[in-house]
């Protein structure tokens, strides 16, 4: 193992970056999904941990670990994405804005009732899908997952743990992410997917 730290320089980045909407960054858009977040039983801030002695050996002033092992039991951070992407979708289908729809009152007994049933479908190989799973099962909702070929039997389980209709499919991961696109529009399932995908 090599003692000091090596940096490369990305000699391929844009000189100009592309234009793109800054809307959903805004200021007043991030303090939605941080009270949204706040609001789901459980949640915490992430914990950071100072680890002074390996900056110190890698000659910088500070290093932190930022340590997702608790969150919501589920151990990964990709449910935070998910869960907002949800609730956001369920709040355009009441016609609210999700800054009146705080956990407590999306998964209430009246909303659930004005709402209907909702299928959420996504793919993955594990922790993006457990969270929509798991998200899927608060709001009282289904959810269908579908896994690539080669994805473990043990994390199919634990999605399956969560409540969701969940298969390993026998294809690669771009094209079962085609596939479910497809078939929630057969279906009329609501696709809460980590990754961009077009038609072919």
Known sequence: MQDKLQFFINQTSFTERPSAPLAPFQYQELIKALNFHRSIPGYA?????????????????????????????????????????????????????????????????????????VTFATTTDGNHGRGVAWMARQLKQKSVVYMPKGSSAERLAAIRGEGATAEIVDMNYDDAVRMTAEQAEKYGWVVVQDTAWGRV
């Open 45 to 117: 801030p992430t914990p950071l941990y100072s680890l002074p002695a390996l900056s110190q050996k890698l000659g910088i002033k500070s290093l932190c670990l930022k340590d997702e092992s608790q969150r919501f039991g589920l151990k990964a951070f990709k449910v935070l994405g998910g869960a907002y992407a949800m609730a956001c979708h369920i709040a355009d289908i009441l016609g609210k804005d999700i800054s009146e729809l705080p956990f407590d009152v999306m998964t209430s007994d009246e909303t659930r009732k004005a709402l209907k049933e």
